[in-house]
Each structure stands twice: as structure tokens, then as C-alpha cells.
């Protein structure tokens, strides 16, 4: 019998960043308001809202899974770019519901940078809602023993604002998404708490947060994403086996971290990558632990046709393939847990989203006549790597202004004595003047 090979020892410090976005990548690569003020249509209702059932789709969501993952490698060579010496973890899949919504209300040049941003597949109408569809099924299917993973789309709408009813059909259909009137321009701290409430429901109470006190002021519409993934390993580590060992960190500095160790998990080598599967239980989702090699400096740049090709010879080689650079192999992975919370407007603009920020350039007149540009992308993620499993959380807030009362209509009271005049308008004459000194 062929001996394993020797451990490898994931130390880099990409891997926890990667870790919560492959379970999402590597699970879809496999596989106005009309409402009173206050009332809500509940998220996940699964109607376009003119009535129609939304049938279960035909679209094939892997394209979908696809475009989310070359997202996800732009946004962490964006971020990895910014940040070299900081750890963060995110979710392409909640930013790309998020800022799929807002897709669907784009048009124009807008629609189209976003679109490249996300790179959503070249289609249109019904084959887009189909696509769409497909993936939030996908999402939604991925629930099974020892695995839960939850999302919730939601559209926050002021009450004084027209949002057309197309633009809630097409969140409806494709992502299942409800939508709630509440105050936003003239109690955007109320609003504010709402949203918070809502997603800190979502998300277990893994963010409490995502939205800070007067973040939300001037902004007509809020589009939120939020995703929930608790899941056990197909083969837990032996806490007995877990220990300390030396990791060196992107600055360089020797840390002492403390290491899960296991084996019999697949691995290849590709592209200066090497690649471990750890499957969680159900075999639906799989974290892909990517190792790159040394010397290769603090940012080395993970492609989408890099990723496929990981994926596809880890596919490929089977339960017990073995070849050059693939086979079985013992593994010591850091436990880790990580918490990110970041506006994302500077990250996405330069990945070429700028003209979505522009008061002057961005059209977003299918979400509605009123609407003007993106405020804010607030986005927040939790990830904790233990011996029995993962637990983590992500929540996206894409805030989007009006193109008039961009700031809150002052309110006025008349609580003091106050003058009164009934005037022509054309010619100032006062028919009748008074003064209120008492209304009783």
C-alpha cells in the first residue's frame, strides 16, 4: 500500500478567507409599494407579487454559482490589495444578492457595470429571472442533517416613494425577496432599527448590527441580504488531537495558533495552489482549503480558471484517485474565528461599480422614477472553524438615495401662539389675517 503523504499544513493566511466563500461557491459550482405604511409582504414568499406563482425553474443555476465566484476572487484580490496585512472574511453570496436587487432596478450604463462587476451571465428577461430563480433554489436546497443554511431578501421602502411594481415582481421571482414600508426619510433611526432587528433574527444573533445609528439618513430605499450557515464536518477533528504550532503571519511575525488536526481528505496541486477538500456533512458543502506556495507574496492572485481547475480534478480523481499532485493527505488547519464588518462602496467602485455611486450618472429608474443612486453597501460576516464544524453569518445592506429629499422634510409644530394669513396669491392681498394664541 502506498504510503499518505507527508501532512500539509495549511498556514497561509488566505485560507480563512477563502473557507466561508467556498462553501457558497463550491455549493452552486456543484450542484411603489402598494402596503399601508408598516405592512409587510414576508420574505421568502415565493409569489411575483401580481399574483402568479413562481414555478420551480428549469435554468441551470451553475452559470449563477459560477459568475458569484469569480465575484468573490475579484473582491479578495481587491481587498487582499488594499488590506495585505489584514485577515476578513465576507460572502460573495449574500453581496451578490444584494447587489443583484439592485441590478434589477438598474439600467442603462449602471446596469451594466454591475452587471460586469457580478459577472452575471449575458441574459436577459425571462432567461435572467429563470437563472435567478434557479440559484435561490439552489441556496435553498442545501439544508440537510447536521447542515443549515437560511437567507432572507428583503426591500425596505419609504412610504412617500413610488417603487415600481415590475421591479418587485423581478426580486420576488428571482430571489424570493418580500418588501417592508418603513420610515427611512423621516425616521431613519427607527428604520435603521428595524432593518437591524431583522437581520440580527436572520442571522441567529450573529450580527446584532449591521447598520450604525444616522447611516441611513437621506436614503429612500434599503435592499438587504441575509445568510446563516451552521454545519458539522463529515469527519470531525479529534479535540485531543488539536495543539499549538508556529504561524507566520502577512507581516511576517511568528504567532502561535492553535491547529485541528486530521486525515484522509483530499487534496490537489495546481497552478502553485494546493487544495484540500473537507466535506461537511450530507456531502453538499465542501470547504476548500487553498494553500499558496511559499514565496509567492502576500496576495497572490487566486483565478476563476485556476478554481475550476482545482475543483474539477478534486471531482474528478474520486474517493481513492491518486496521481501526480493529488491524492489523500493529512491536514493542520488553524482554528480560526473571524469577525468583518466594512462600507464596500471603494472596493466596488474600483472593480468598476463607480458610475452605481454617481448622483449625476446613475440610473436606477426601473427600482423608480424617484430613485438616484447607491448610498452605502454595509456588509458584515462572521466565521468560526472548530473541531465539530463551521458556524458563520452574512449580512449585505445596499442603501439607495432619492433623487429629490435627499435629506428628511423638517417637521414643523405649531405648539406657541402663531400668525395666520389668508392671502391672493397672485396679489399678496390679505383677505383675513389672525393670530392663534390659544386654539381652545
Request: one cysteine or more; hydrophobic letters at 45%; a positive charge.
Amino acid at each position: 500500500m502506498q504510503p499518505l503523504p507527508s501532512p500539509v499544513r495549511l498556514t497561509g493566511m488566505r485560507i480563512p478567507l477563502l473557507a466561508v466563500a467556498s462553501a457558497a461557491m463550491a455549493a452552486a459550482l456543484a450542484a411603489g409599494c402598494a402596503s399601508a405604511p408598516g405592512t409587510a409582504r414576508p420574505p421568502g414568499h415565493g409569489l411575483i407579487t401580481r399574483g402568479v406563482a413562481a414555478r420551480e425553474p428549469a435554468a441551470d443555476p451553475r452559470p449563477y454559482g459560477a459568475a458569484d465566484a469569480a465575484f468573490g476572487l475579484d473582491l479578495l484580490a481587491a481587498w487582499c490589495r488594499a488590506q495585505p496585512r489584514s485577515s476578513f472574511v465576507f460572502s460573495p453570496a449574500s453581496l451578490a444578492s444584494g447587489l443583484g436587487m439592485a441590478y434589477l432596478g438598474a439600467g442603462g450604463s449602471t446596469a451594466r457595470a454591475i452587471g460586469r462587476v457580478l459577472h452575471l451571465p449575458a441574459a436577459g428577461g425571462q432567461r435572467l429571472a429563470a437563472g435567478l430563480q434557479a440559484r435561490t433554489a439552489a441556496l435553498g436546497g442545501l439544508d440537510g442533517p447536521g447542515v443549515t443554511v437560511a437567507g432572507a431578501d428583503q426591500v425596505w421602502a419609504d412610504p412617500s416613494l413610488v417603487t415600481r411594481r415590475g421591479f418587485l415582481d423581478a426580486v420576488a421571482t428571482g430571489y424570493r425577496a418580500g418588501v417592508a414600508s418603513v420610515p427611512l426619510l423621516t425616521r431613519p433611526d427607527q428604520a435603521t432599527s428595524q432593518i437591524n432587528t431583522a437581520i440580527a433574527a436572520a442571522t441567529r444573533g450573529q450580527i446584532p448590527r449591521l447598520l450604525a445609528p444616522g447611516s441611513l439618513a437621506g436614503t429612500g430605499w434599503v435592499l438587504t441580504d441575509a445568510l446563516y450557515l451552521r454545519a458539522g464536518w463529515e469527519m470531525p477533528f479529534d479535540s485531543r488531537a488539536t495543539a499549538p504550532g508556529p504561524f507566520t503571519t502577512a507581516s511576517g511575525q511568528v504567532v502561535s495558533a492553535r491547529y485541528l488536526h486530521g486525515g484522509n481528505f483530499r487534496y490537489v496541486r495546481a497552478d502553485g495552489w494546493t487544495a484540500v477538500a473537507i466535506p461537511y456533512r450530507g456531502g453538499k458543502l465542501t470547504m476548500l482549503a487553498l494553500l499558496p506556495g511559499s514565496g509567492r507574496g502576500s496576495c497572490p492572485a487566486l483565478s476563476p480558471a485556476t478554481l475550476g481547475a482545482v475543483t474539477g480534478r478534486l471531482a474528478a480523481h474520486g474517493p481513492a484517485g491518486r496521481g501526480a499532485g493529488q491524492g489523500r493527505a493529512e491536514i493542520a488547519l488553524p482554528k480560526v474565528s473571524l469577525r468583518t464588518k466594512l462600507d464596500m462602496n471603494g472596493l466596488l467602485s474600483s472593480l468598476g461599480m463607480g458610475v452605481a455611486f454617481s448622483p449625476g450618472g446613475a440610473d436606477f429608474s426601473r427600482l423608480s422614477p424617484q430613485a438616484c443612486c447607491i448610498k452605502l453597501v454595509r456588509h458584515a460576516a462572521t466565521l468560526k472553524v472548530t473541531e465539530k464544524g463551521t458556524l458563520a453569518s452574512a449580512a449585505t445592506a445596499v442603501g439607495l438615495m432619492p433623487t429629490s429629499a435627499q435629506a428628511p422634510s423638517p417637521a414643523i409644530t405649531f405648539d406657541r401662539p402663531y400668525l395666520m394669513l389668508i392671502t391672493d396669491t397672485a396679489t399678496g392681498e390679505p383677505l383675513f389675517a389672525a393670530r392663534v394664541a390659544d386654539p381652545l
